[in-house]
C-alpha cells in the first residue's frame, strides 16, 4: 500500500459518488475502484458499504480515515518544509480568508502579492471564522486573514496587521445625514442593520453599538455587506461599515480624504460618547510551527504598511 491509496481513499470518503472523487485524483472510475479493492484486501477489512448509488464507511473505515487525513497531513508538512528550506515565498499558499473582507482586501493584495513574491501561488478560500480555524487546525489551509480578537485560539500564532475603522452608512435623506460626527447613541431605537449570526463583524458591530448605546433591528438582517449596502440605499434603515468595503478615492488623487458618496447614501465618519472611532483589528493566524510563517510573516506586514499608506481609513495599530 503508498500514500496514493490513501488519498484515494479519502477522495472516496470526501467527494462521493465516485466519479468526482475520480475526477479529484485524475484517475478513471475503474482504476479507483480497483485500488480501494486492494488497500481492502491488505488491510483485511472492509472500508465501505457498497451499494447501488453511493457507498457508506464502516466502523473500520471511520478509523481509518482519520488516520489517513494525518499521514496526508504529515506528507504535505514534510514537503513544505522542503520548500521552505528554499524559497519560502513560492509555491502554493492556501490561504483563507473572510467574506466582510475578502472582496475589499484582495484587490490590495494581489497586485502587492505579485510584486513582492511572484512566485507565491495563493490558493484562496473564503469562509466564515469557525470554518477557517478548523481548516487551519486540520491543515488544509496554511494561513488565513480574520478579524481579531479571536476565541479559543491558543494553538494557533496571531499576528496582527492594521485597524480598520467603521463608518455610519445611512439614507441619504436620513435627519443623521446632516450631521459631520454622529454617534451611534444618535442612531433612533430599531433602525440598525446587522449581518446574520455567524459573521463576526456582527459581533464587532454589536459590541461597538452596546458600548454605545444603539439598538439593532432584528427583524432585517442581511448575509452580505453588499447586501446590507442596498438595503441602507432604499431606506431600511442604518448600518457600520468597514472602511475598506467604501470606494474611496486613493490617497495622494485628487479628492483624496473626501467621504465616498454613493447615489442615494450618506457615509460618516461615527464616534463614541468618548470620542474613540470605532474600528476592528484585522490579522494573520497561522498555525504553531508552520515552516514558511516567518516569511509569511514579513511579506504580510509589509502589505499592511503599505495598505495603511495607500487607503483612508485604516490606521496602525499602536496608533
Known amino acids: 500500500m503508498s500514500l496514493k ?39 483485511g477489512v472492509l472500508l465501505f458499504e457498497r451499494h447501488p448509488r453511493q457507498v457508506v464507511l464502516t466502523m473500520a473505515g471511520q478509523v481509518v480515515l482519520a488516520k489517513a487525513r494525518q499521514m496526508l497531513r504529515l506528507e504535505q508538512e514534510i514537503l513544505q518544509l522542503a520548500q521552505a528550506a528554499t524559497d519560502p515565498l513560492s509555491g502554493p499558499l492556501r490561504l483563507g480568508i473572510i467574506p466582510t473582507i475578502g472582496p475589499y482586501l484582495l484587490p490590495h493584495f494581489v497586485p502587492y502579492q505579485t510584486q513582492a513574491a511572484p ?32 476565541d479559543y485560539v491558543d494553538d ?16 441619504e435623506t436620513h435627519p443623521l445625514a446632516s450631521k459631520k460626527l454622529p454617534t451611534t447613541q444618535d442612531i433612533p431605537e430599531g433602525e440598525l442593520l446587522l449581518l446574520t449570526e455567524g459573521h463576526c463583524l456582527r459581533g464587532h458591530a454589536l459590541d ?6 444603539a439598538a439593532e433591528n432584528a427583524s432585517l438582517r442581511a448575509t452580505s455587506l453588499e447586501t446590507l449596502r442596498y438595503m441602507v440605499m432604499a431606506g431600511q ?15 495622494g488623487v485628487e479628492g483624496a480624504g473626501t467621504l465616498p458618496s454613493w447615489p442615494h447614501m450618506a457615509i460618516r465618519p461615527v464616534k ?18 508552520y515552516p514558511r510563517a516567518s516569511a509569511l510573516k514579513k511579506m504580510f506586514l509589509g502589505f499592511a504598511s503599505h495598505l495603511i499608506t495607500t487607503q483612508q481609513g485604516l490606521a496602525e495599530l499602536d496608533s
Not at 156 to 171: G, K, R, S, V
Open 119 to 150: 512566485q507565491l501561488k495563493p490558493l484562496l478560500t473564503e469562509a466564515k471564522t469557525e470554518d477557517l480555524l478548523q481548516m487551519l487546525r486540520e491543515g488544509t489551509l496554511d494561513a488565513a486573514v480574520l478579524a481579531l480578537p479571536l
Open 208 to 213: 461597538v453599538c452596546e458600548f454605545l448605546g
Open 237 to 251: 434603515g442604518v448600518t457600520l461599515l468597514p472602511s475598506l468595503a467604501l470606494d474611496w478615492p486613493n490617497k
Open 5 to 43: 491509496d490513501y488519498k484515494y481513499f479519502v477522495a472516496v470518503a470526501e467527494e462521493q459518488p465516485f466519479g468526482r472523487a475520480a475526477t479529484r485524483c485524475n484517475v478513471s472510475q475503474p482504476t479507483l475502484s480497483v485500488q480501494l479493492k486492494k488497500l481492502e484486501e491488505q488491510l
Open 272 to 289: 463614541g460618547s468618548n470620542m474613540d472611532r470605532p474600528a476592528r483589528q484585522i490579522g494573520v493566524v497561522f498555525r504553531y510551527g
Open 156 to 171: 494557533l500564532a496571531t499576528t496582527p496587521l492594521y485597524q480598520e475603522f467603521f463608518y455610519l452608512a445611512l439614507p
